[in-house]
Each structure stands twice: as structure tokens, then as C-alpha cells.
């Protein structure tokens, strides 16, 4: 029980990989708010949890709404007695290139990841420096935390950014006992990779198959997907490490596809 009693808000928590973590915070003493746009997956998790023995509220949030990711985390907080961890996971993809994608596209992109992390850090940061019992942010970022691939500028923009943020939070919230970490996976099999592949497949006149092996899984040592409950265990990690030596981090889990 590494997060026994701890309180978590998840971001993006209705499915993928958000709603893995939400099921391992849980499993391992977590009050956990399942927060999605989407109020009904939110509600799906959180049921699953309470299912499996654990505590979990579901709630709506717009991570761009800054009216809306207040009232979320208040909430918790004052239902909860504070707030422990957040894992900023909400995340939109787009696919175009720089010289087609709209302005509209583009903001869309980055709001929801960098002013999501942003307004969702904020909240959360008020509550852990007013209790005084330190904290945890996990950012979920990419390899394209790294480097770019073509057609996901606005996508490559906002996971490098999100390190930049991490790495400020590290700074700032040294002095309160909150840590800022980012996980950083590379292909892992979520319903965003899903709605991906026929797109790109179809572009470069391959299979789903060829494109994943020729296109990610051979930069790996192994051919092998990144799997949600590989990143899951690593969010469990980075929310119960108990000291500062581990902030300001990116944690690339990739199966080797990028090494720092």
C-alpha cells in the first residue's frame, strides 16, 4: 500500500493510460478522482474501482477550463482532507502538418496539454502548499518529449513544453516538499494511438502492421510495445518516492527507443 490514505486527482482517467493509473493509485490505498471530459468513462473507472475494494469519486473536467478545474479539485480537496498527487494525463492529438494545420487545430492541441497541465498544477499546488504535507505532479509527456515526427508539430510542441513546465514546478516546489516529475512513453496501444494508425497507414500506402514495426517498434531493443501497465507502475513510483532526489525529471519508458 505506497500511496496508502494519499489523495489523487487523474486527469484523462476515463481510458488509455489515465485510467490505468487511476486503477493502481487505487490499488494501493488511494482516494482517487477519476476526472475525464467525458463524465461517463470517469464514471465507468470509478466504478471499476469501487468494484475492486477502492475509493474513487468520478468527476467532469475541461482541463482548459479554469473555472471548471478549480471547482474539481476544491472539491476533492475539501470531500478529502487536501490533495497528495496529480497526474496531468489529459491529451489530444492532431495530424497535419505545420504548413496545413489550422490556428484553430494548433491552439486546440496546445490548450488542452500545456494549459491543462498548467491550470491543473495550480489548483493542486494550493492545496498541497496550504496542508504542508508536500505532494507529487506527474505530467504524462511522449518521446516527442524528445524529438518530432512529421505531421504532430502542435503535438511535439506541447510534450516539450510540458518538461519545461515540469522542470519549473521542481524548482518552485522544492521548498514545499512537492515533486514534478514527467513519464514519457513511447507507442503504447491506447484508443488515441488507435484513431492514429489507419490515418498514417493509409498516407504512406502500408499496413497498420508495416507501419508500426517500420514506423516505432524498430527503434525499440525488444519490437515491443510500451504497455499501460508498464507506465502505471512507473506513476506509482514517482508518487510514493519519498525525497526531492527525484524531481525535475523526464523518464523516458520505451522499451529503449530513446536513451538519455
Known amino acids: 500500500m505506497r500511496l496508502n490514505e494519499k489523495v489523487a486527482i487523474v486527469t484523462g482517467a476515463g481510458s488509455g493510460i ?13 482516494k482517487v478522482c477519476v476526472s475525464d471530459i467525458i463524465l461517463e468513462t470517469a464514471r465507468a473507472t470509478a466504478q471499476e474501482i469501487r468494484d475492486a475494494g477502492g475509493v474513487a469519486s468520478a468527476e467532469r ?7 471548471e478545474v478549480n471547482q474539481v479539485t476544491d472539491k ?7 490533495i497528495d498527487i496529480l497526474v496531468s494525463n489529459a491529451g489530444i492529438q492532431h495530424l497535419d502538418t505545420i504548413a496545413d494545420v489550422s490556428f484553430e487545430n494548433w491552439k486546440r492541441v496546445l490548450a488542452v496539454h500545456l494549459d491543462g497541465g498548467f491550470l491543473t498544477s495550480k489548483a493542486s499546488l494550493r492545496h498541497m502548499i496550504d496542508h504542508k504535507r508536500g505532494g507529487s505532479i506527474i505530467f504524462t509527456g511522449s518521446v516527442h518529449s524528445y524529438y518530432a515526427s512529421e505531421q504532430k508539430g502542435p503535438y511535439c510542441v506541447a510534450k516539450h513544453g510540458l518538461v519545461g513546465l ?26 488515441l494511438i488507435e484513431k492514429q494508425l489507419p490515418v498514417l497507414a493509409a498516407q504512406r500506402g502500408v499496413s497498420e ?10 527503434f525499440t531493443v525488444d519490437n515491443e ?11 506509482v513510483f514517482l508518487a510514493s518516492f519519498p525525497t526531492n532526489a527525484l524531481t525535475g525529471q523526464s523518464i523516458c519508458v520505451a522499451h529503449g527507443m530513446h536513451m538519455l
Open 18 to 30: 489515465g485510467k490505468h493509473i487511476a486503477k493502481s493509485y487505487a490499488r494501493e490505498g488511494a
Open 61 to 67: 473536467m475541461d482541463v482548459t477550463d479554469e473555472r
Open 76 to 82: 476533492v480537496a475539501a470531500e478529502w482532507g487536501g
Open 166 to 191: 515540469c522542470r519549473a514546478l521542481a524548482k518552485e516546489g522544492a521548498h514545499h516538499g512537492i515533486r514534478a516529475n514527467t513519464i514519457c512513453p513511447a507507442l503504447v496501444r491506447t484508443p
Open 209 to 218: 502492421e508495416q507501419l508500426v514495426h517500420d514506423l516505432f517498434l524498430r
Open 225 to 235: 510495445y510500451t504497455t499501460v501497465a508498464e507506465l502505471a507502475e512507473v506513476a
